[in-house]
């Protein structure tokens, strides 16, 4: 009994990754499954077992909440996308660190300035796309419930994207490598899409109801 | 509803459902029976499709049972569901014979 009390252990670790309310719904009952599927002595949930579950537990999350509107999904597919743009980004400038630094040293050799702005800019990309990361997931996930603030959010989170991109371009202040815009404007385009999704008309009922005549305060305040 | 192709396992799931209630585990070994051993669900897909399907009101929870100390939910086809699926079974029925016509004239005559 204790090795099934441990593989139990250990595939509600994983069933942690669902959403709560499917959880509250089914965790119990995938579990009788989950163990039913067990082989004699088995202790460790298998790998395609264990790959099935996390694939279930981001379907879970991804899906559309009853009632969205087609624009809204699609809206928020492209949140995902941003996400996953970013976060390419990030992969691409902690891989790629150590190729400028020796690039930068053999450009400028002894020139201890050149290498120090190289580290400060490098440490500006970490914060700025971990921080744009957050910003992103959080307005996602304010979008997928309905939240009427998280688009007028991400309106504004546009707006200053591309404030802050004019001035850069603009000032001249920045060098910015091909690979660098691209990026950029993958993203701009990523949210100019989104926000332009999240402005239609059967966007905005989803976002703001219109208070019916019987109950005039309710719908106001967005959905449940 | 637009009508878009149902994927391959709400297909054999409903399938599964179409001869009366079945609990999850049921579901798995019968949608490896229906296909020939060639699709295994897997509990994660399985209870993300079943979940889905509730709230699209395709299927329903026939009755819960507590077997061995664990649960166990019984799940059946709605109206709704008995015709979507009887829907794609059609749309399918329809495909497999424009493409044996095609393939094999003397066949197709048979099934059509």
């Not at chain 1, 020796?102 to 500006?124: C, D, F, K």
């Not at chain 2, 799931?13 to 179409?18: H, P």
């Not at chain 2, 749309?91 to 497999?96: E, G």
Request: hydrophobic share 50%.
């Amino acid at each position: 009994m204790s090795e099934q009390a441990t593989l139990e252990r250990r595939y509600r670790r994983l069933l942690a990754c669902y959403p709560r309310a499917f959880r509250r719904e089914n965790e119990e009952e995938i579990l009788a499954v989950l163990l039913a599927c067990a082989q004699d002595g088995q202790q460790r949930p298998g790998l395609a077992a264990s790959a099935d579950l996390i694939k279930g537990a981001m379907r879970a999350w991804l899906r559309p909440a009853p009632g969205q509107p087609r624009n809204v999904r699609m809206a928020i597919r492209l949140m995902y996308a941003g996400v996953a743009a970013h976060l390419a980004a990030l992969v691409t400038v902690v891989a790629t660190t150590g190729s400028v630094r020796s690039a930068v040293a053999r450009g400028y050799p002894g020139l201890a300035a050149a290498q120090n702005s190289v580290s400060v800019n490098l440490v500006i990309d970490y914060v700025g796309l971990s921080i744009g990361i957050i910003v992103w997931l959080v307005l996602t996930w304010a979008l997928v419930r309905g939240r009427a603030w998280a688009r007028i959010a991400t309106a504004g989170y546009f707006v200053s994207m591309t404030l802050s991109m004019l001035i850069s371009v603009g000032g001249g202040s920045a060098v910015y490598a091909p690979a660098d815009l691209s990026v950029g404007a993958v993203v701009w385009l990523i949210a100019l899409a989104a926000c332009v999704l999240l402005f239609t008309r059967t966007s905005g009922r989803f976002y703001c109801p219109q208070p019916r005549a019987v109950t005039p305060w309710h719908g106001t305040f967005g959905r449940l | 509803m637009t009508a878009r192709a149902m994927q391959e396992a709400t297909y054999l799931i409903l399938t599964a459902l179409a001869s009366g209630s079945q609990h999850g585990y049921g579901i798995i070994a019968d949608v490896s029976e229906i296909s020939g051993g060639r699709v295994q669900l897997r509990p994660g897909t399985l209870y993300t499709a079943l979940d889905r399907l509730r709230t699209d009101g395709l299927i329903a929870v026939d009755r819960e049972e507590i077997v061995g100390n664990r649960l166990r939910r019984y799940y059946m086809l709605t109206t709704e569901g008995e015709r979507r699926l009887a829907d794609e079974a059609a749309r399918l029925h329809a495909n497999a014979i424009a493409a044996l016509r095609r393939l094999r004239p003397d066949l197709a005559a048979g099934l059509a």
